[in-house]
T-cell receptor, first 111, second 116 residues
């Protein structure tokens, strides 16, 4: 069946460095992808999204890249800060489809 | 604070019991989504309602049911509870742009269900 998975369960990054979190998806029909951040004890928080007609989208300190050829999604966080420490999820959906989440990557920022 | 409220925050019950989780979406949002988050299954999409109508269904068990009321709040009913139902249950809402699951979702703080 369709699945969304993450390559790295835990990522440790030095404060000030850039972070890259990766995600692979398998449903070719998905046309909308989202990254969420979840801090301990809280619900997921929307970070950035991208539609399948784009290959890059930038936000404040975050960039999402989409490679439809290899069904790969990445989240780049510039100048990582301690407040970025959280679990990051990618998710895919399309139209009225169900939303499928990846397993999550824990980002640890080392001061 | 996302503006989505969920009650109760914590719920402890026994196997075989039935519980109801409640969600109030952000003001003006017509869509409500339910998710289950457990340690071994991650975040699982359960169901999506838009303005009272079911729009998309995920891997929701037959023991689980949901509805969205005219005032747009939603309830998730879990019955014949099993130990494996212990999880965080999140509700999310999104703005009224047609009820697609591609609309930005705002998550509530969740209800932690413990089944003993």
């Amino acid at each position: 069946g369709e699945s969304v998975g993450l390559h790295l369960p835990t990522l440790s990054v030095q404060e000030g460095d850039n972070s890259i979190i990766n995600c692979a998806y398998s449903n070719s029909a998905s046309d909308y992808f989202i990254w969420y951040k979840q801090e301990s004890g809280k619900g997921p928080q929307f970070i950035i999204d991208i539609r399948s007609n784009m290959d890059k989208r930038q936000g404040q300190r975050v960039t999402v890249l989409l490679n439809k050829t290899v069904k790969h999604l990445s989240l780049q966080i510039a100048a990582t800060q301690p407040g970025d420490s959280a679990v990051y999820f990618c998710a895919e959906t399309g139209g009225y489809q169900k939303v499928t989440f990846g397993t999550g990557t824990k980002l640890q920022v080392i001061p | 604070d996302s503006g989505v409220t969920q009650t109760p925050k914590h719920l402890i019950t026994a196997t075989g019991q039935r519980v109801t989780l409640r969600c109030s979406p952000r003001s003006g949002d017509l869509s409500v989504y339910w998710y289950q988050q457990s340690l071994d299954q991650g975040l699982q999409f359960l169901i999506h309602y838009y303005n009272g109508e079911e729009r998309a269904k995920g891997n929701i068990l037959e023991r689980f049911s949901a509805q969205q009321f005219p005032d747009l709040h939603s309830e998730l009913n879990l019955s014949s509870l099993e130990l494996g139902d212990s999880a965080l249950y999140f509700c999310a809402s999104s703005p009224p742009r047609g009820g697609r699951t591609t609309d930005t979702q705002y998550f509530g703080p969740g209800t932690r269900l413990t089944v003993l």
